[in-house]
């Protein structure tokens, strides 16, 4: 089966990347009172708030079971949209990025992955977002992601595998800053993926 890649996989070297035409993205934003220029909103609430940002690694390798992650971690929750379906904590050992735990959308703590929209929300903003994953059949795009930050903004990243299940691609979302969630979507892998190693930092005062 063949099939064509977008451009923006020809640059990349990394498990995502830019679609293309994401520069409309703050178009779709702007509707329809385009009569005041972004220079004159800028005004009064931008004193210089300086935040603190502290590293987050997540894992999973602590934990000593196949488990539903959705909540385990206090800086993010996980849900998947398929019912019946949650993100899953698996022992995938030598395969894991870091063993031995990945975690991957199934019914059950162990079962057949299944390739469901998967949904990581914030508890705080974060920045430095990055993810592995691994798992994948497909060599070139399998999916996309969505992030929004915190001013309603979004931005789509296409995720990409190449296809030896063993090797982790790593998602490169550090260009974006105070995201308050990302979603996994349209996943066409079989039996999905693997996620591993997610790293971010949480905004705080
Ligand atoms: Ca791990
Ligand atoms: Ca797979
Ligand atoms: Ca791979």
Request: hydrophobic share 35%.
């Given at each position: 089966?063949?099939?064509?890649?977008?451009?923006?996989?020809?640059?990349?070297?990394?498990?995502?990347?830019?679609?293309?035409?994401?520069?409309?993205?703050?178009?779709?934003?702007?509707?329809?009172?385009?009569?005041?220029?972004?220079?004159?909103?800028?005004?009064?609430?931008?004193?210089?708030?300086?935040?603190?940002?502290?590293?987050?690694?997540?894992?999973?390798?602590?934990?000593?079971?196949?488990?539903?992650v959705a909540?385990?971690?206090?800086?993010?929750?996980?849900?998947?949209?398929?019912?019946?379906?949650?993100?899953?904590?698996?022992?995938?050992?030598?395969?894991?990025?870091?063993?031995?735990?990945?975690?991957?959308?199934?019914?059950?703590?162990?079962?057949?992955?299944?390739?469901?929209?998967?949904?990581?929300?914030?508890?705080?903003?974060?920045?430095?977002?990055?993810?592995?994953?691994?798992?994948?059949?497909?060599?070139?795009?399998?999916?996309?992601v969505e992030?929004?930050?915190?001013?309603?903004?979004?931005?789509?990243?296409?995720?990409?595998?190449?296809?030896?299940?063993?090797?982790?691609?790593?998602?490169?979302?550090?260009?974006?800053?105070?995201?308050?969630?990302?979603?996994?979507?349209?996943?066409?892998?079989?039996?999905?993926?693997?996620?591993?190693?997610?790293?971010?930092?949480?905004?705080?005062?």
């Amino acid at each position: 089966m063949r099939f064509v890649l977008p451009f923006s996989f020809l640059l990349l070297t990394t498990g995502c990347g830019l679609l293309n035409g994401d520069a409309e993205t703050d178009d779709s934003t702007g509707g329809g009172d385009d009569t005041s220029v972004d220079d004159t909103s800028g005004g009064g609430d931008d004193t210089a708030v300086e935040y603190t940002w502290t590293p987050v690694l997540i894992n999973f390798d602590e934990l000593s079971d196949d488990i539903d992650v959705a909540t385990v971690y206090p800086e993010v929750t996980f849900s998947s949209e398929e019912e019946g379906t949650a993100l899953y904590a698996w022992d995938y050992a030598s395969y894991s990025r870091s063993e031995p735990f990945t975690a991957y959308t199934a019914r059950s703590g162990g079962g057949a992955g299944i390739s469901t929209d998967l949904t990581f929300d914030f508890t705080d903003p974060v920045r430095a977002l990055e993810f592995y994953s691994l798992g994948d059949q497909t060599n070139g795009k399998l999916g996309w992601v969505e992030v929004t930050m915190e001013d309603g903004s979004t931005a789509s990243v296409d995720l990409f595998g190449d296809g030896n299940a063993k090797t982790a691609e790593l998602c490169d979302l550090s260009a974006y800053a105070n995201v308050t969630r990302i979603e996994l979507r349209d996943i066409t892998d079989s039996n999905t993926v693997n996620l591993d190693d997610i790293s971010f930092e949480v905004r705080g005062l």
